[in-house]
């Protein structure tokens, strides 16, 4: 919050007119939710747009046990959120909330005559087309809509709380490995952790100057396991970036993972770390 605040301040002093702050409602890499209640408080004390970016995380509200994350979201102006990640509906179905809908009409309402015909006709509802840059437009809302009529909103609760489950256990079973190491605390359905050999941890932290080339080695390694356990058809688990460090990424958001999958990808990360170690440690140079 300090450093939103000081950077709204120095955008003023130079004589910028801050119109818009984001706060993220579940990060891409580890689920993390900003302050809301505060966020809104600052944009609401400077009459600038609060936009919600929810497209990972927005949904997770209706678990009661992690609404207290939450607190402030109904403040934002806009939210975002993805139906296509967390609320499993196929690819692709992106959504946007909006408090005041004639702010996006007064930017995207367009008019045409060869839209208007000859005669006013007596329909009064929305024209989507009238809210946002995209004219013809497919009806995904349709999608949400059955899905949601299929599962109910308890039906989603549990396909959401089976998401944290997963999360928690493979951070449980991280926190227990010497040869993983945890990044952050489970949240949402998002994590990121590294497969870390112990001899390599020990000395990287017993000689600083060991500790860069370590470092650099398990980018590659981390790098290598990624590649190979998507190739493997058991599961497909990315890279991503966390305190410059390469480090795997599982986002747990098909309806169909449990935790016996968390453990059969787990194992597998290990089978393969170990097998890249005994070769990549070699041709990389790192010896301990
Ligand atoms: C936090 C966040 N915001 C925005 C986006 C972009 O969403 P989309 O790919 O649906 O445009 C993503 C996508 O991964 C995201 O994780």
Not at 24 to 48: K, T
Not at 109 to 127: C, I, K, N, Q
Request: aromatic share 8%.
């Amino acid at each position: 919050m300090d450093a939103l605040v000081e950077r709204l301040d120095r955008d003023e002093a130079d004589g910028d007119v801050p119109f818009c702050v984001v706060a993220q409602v579940g990060s891409i890499n580890v689920g993390a939710i900003d302050p809301l209640e505060a966020i809104a408080d600052v944009c609401a004390a400077r009459d600038i747009w609060f936009h919600a970016d929810g497209a990972c995380g927005a949904v997770g509200a209706i678990l009661p046990e992690k609404r207290p994350q939450y607190a402030g979201l109904d403040r934002a102006d806009s939210v975002t959120l993805d139906p296509h990640k967390w609320l499993s509906v196929p690819y692709e179905c992106g959504c946007v909330l909006v408090r005041d809908p004639s702010a996006m009409a007064r930017s995207f309402a367009m008019h045409a005559s060869y839209l208007e015909g000859t005669e006013r006709t007596p329909y009064e509802g929305l024209d989507y087309y009238e809210l946002g840059p995209q004219m013809s437009r497919g009806f995904r809302a349709l999608k949400v809509w059955m899905s949601l009529k299929h599962l109910g909103v308890e039906g989603y609760r549990s396909h959401l709380s089976r998401a944290v489950r997963c999360t928690e256990h493979l951070d449980a079973r991280v926190r227990d490995a010497d040869d993983f190491v945890a990044l952050h605390e489970p949240n949402l359905y998002l994590y990121s952790f590294q497969y870390a050999p112990p001899d390599l941890r020990a000395a990287a932290a017993a000689d600083a100057n060991v500790r860069e080339a370590v470092d650099d080695y398990l980018d590659a390694l981390n790098r290598r396991i990624a590649d190979e356990i998507q190739l493997s058809d058991v599961a497909f688990v990315m890279t991503t970036s966390i305190y410059d460090r390469t480090v795997l990424r599982l986002s747990v958001c098909s309806h169909r993972t449990t935790t016996d999958d968390i453990d059969q990808t787990f194992e597998t990360l290990r089978d393969i770390g170990e097998r890249e170690d005994a070769t990549l440690r070699e041709s990389f140079g790192v010896a301990v």
